[in-house]
């Protein structure tokens, strides 16, 4: 896709991988883009670059508006592969060019390129680059999502550039929020940023809220994010505040999610009188085998449900692996604000749902104990318990959920 302006003077100049599907173990079905910002003005600024397979594409975008030699400062958002992979490529290019980045950044950078001939600057929150007409200005927002993490809010255009936050794994034509809306669908958008959040930002609730609350207590006016992956905020910047808002404050849909899996089906078909109990209690319920789903896709189920079931098969006396593999996944991401039971089947010791509880309270997550378990085959006396169980933690979910409301 050729560059496209975005504010007067200033241009996307990214890359669209239609093609990615596993970004690093997150599974991506729509693929994701490498969004970096040209600014063309006295100091011509690149904002991030791309990731390294794309580094021709971005450089045959910027070359559509300047020759890249002419680029006077780089400023380095993020270090991760995906924006940062593309620099030395770039140095090349412009070598006199100046790099603005955090002392965290360089400590990074130092690690993949030779950066011994550099003009290196580092930047803190409150610093400020003049370009020209416009005045970049750096916000620090370590660990959102790694320490080297920054913004750069552009005062006179009112454009925050925003890094991994506010973004999507999206390829898409659409350039901006309103576009993507008109071609597919608002429901699509938020749950891209539902998605993205609930895989890459759940451990930073806490982060987020303040960082927020700092950005709003410098009362710098915004009407555009641009993030370094997906469509840019234009339509409704201040509607993907709001939803970052609402997600660190901890609100969810009130729902169960039922995340299992089986060996020889007992397992599975323990879930179905569970979930029935718990949809006759009223309390919306989705079912979730995880080796049918990708990580990602269950880590998403969990976090939109305000209420998560956990069932998995004893094997050898231990949980089963792909269950194990899940709860690992969780615990990275150090997940709250959500109540949480276990069940499963044995054949002739148990073990998976006592370990399944140790997890789920070491995780300091509330717990709704004892759970149930069946040996070899539910009998009718079984799902009879696993009835009773779904509604019991469904009133319990209900009554979980009524704090947050
Ligand atoms: Fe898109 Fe943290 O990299």
Redesign the pocket.
């Known amino acids: 896709m050729k560059a496209i302006e975005i504010k007067p003077d200033i241009y996307w100049v990214g890359a669209i991988d239609w093609a990615v599907r596993d970004f690093h173990g997150y599974v991506t079905p729509s693929g994701t883009s490498y969004n970096n910002y040209l600014i063309m003005d006295d100091d011509i600024t690149l904002v991030d670059t791309v990731k390294y397979d794309f580094a021709e594409v971005g450089i045959k975008n910027i070359s559509t508006i300047v020759e890249p030699s002419k680029i006077k400062n780089i400023v380095v958002n ?1 270090i ?1 592969n ?2 940062v992979s593309a620099l030395d490529r770039i140095m090349e290019l412009a070598p006199d060019a100046a790099i603005y980045i955090t002392e965290r950044g360089k400590k990074g950078i130092e690690r993949f390129f030779d950066i011994s001939k550099w003009n290196i600057n580092l930047v803190k929150t409150g610093d400020e680059l003049k370009t020209g007409k416009y005045t970049l200005s750096f916000i620090e927002t370590p660990m959102l ?2 320490p080297d993490s920054m913004m750069t809010y552009v005062k006179e255009a009112k454009l925050l550039i925003s890094q ?1 936050a506010f ?1 999507q794994h999206i390829a898409t034509t659409a350039r901006f929020d309103d576009e993507f809306i008109e071609c597919a669908s608002h429901a699509e958008l938020e749950e891209s940023v539902i998605d993205y959040y609930a895989n890459i930002l759940m451990p930073f609730g806490n982060l987020i809220k303040s960082k927020i609350a700092q950005i709003q207590k410098m009362g710098i006016p915004i009407d555009m994010i641009a993030p ?2 997906g469509v840019i905020w234009r339509g409704e910047p201040e509607r993907v505040l709001e939803m970052y808002l609402d997600m660190a404050n901890g609100k969810t849909n009130l729902r169960v999610a039922i995340i299992y899996d089986t060996m020889w089906h007992s397992t599975e078909i323990m879930t179905q009188p569970i979930m029935q109990g718990i949809k006759d209690s009223g309390v919306d319920c989705k079912v979730i085998k995880l080796r049918a789903t990708p990580m990602s896709g269950a880590i998403k189920e969990f976090w939109n449900s305000r209420g998560c079931l956990i069932g998995s098969p004893t094997l050898n006396n231990e949980v089963f692996p792909s269950v194990a593999e899940f709860m690992t996944h969780l615990r990275g991401l150090r997940p709250k604000d959500r109540i949480t039971g276990a069940f499963g089947s044995y054949g002739w010791g148990g073990g998976a749902v006592k370990w399944l509880y140790n997890e789920l309270s070491s995780m300091k997550l509330e717990t709704f104990e004892p759970g149930v378990q069946a040996q070899y085959r539910p009998s009718p006396d079984d799902m009879d318990k696993c009835y009773e169980f779904g509604k019991e933690f469904a009133a319990k979910v209900r009554e979980y959920h009524s704090k947050y409301e």
């Open positions: 993020h991760e995906d924006h999502h790694w991994d973004g370094d992956h």
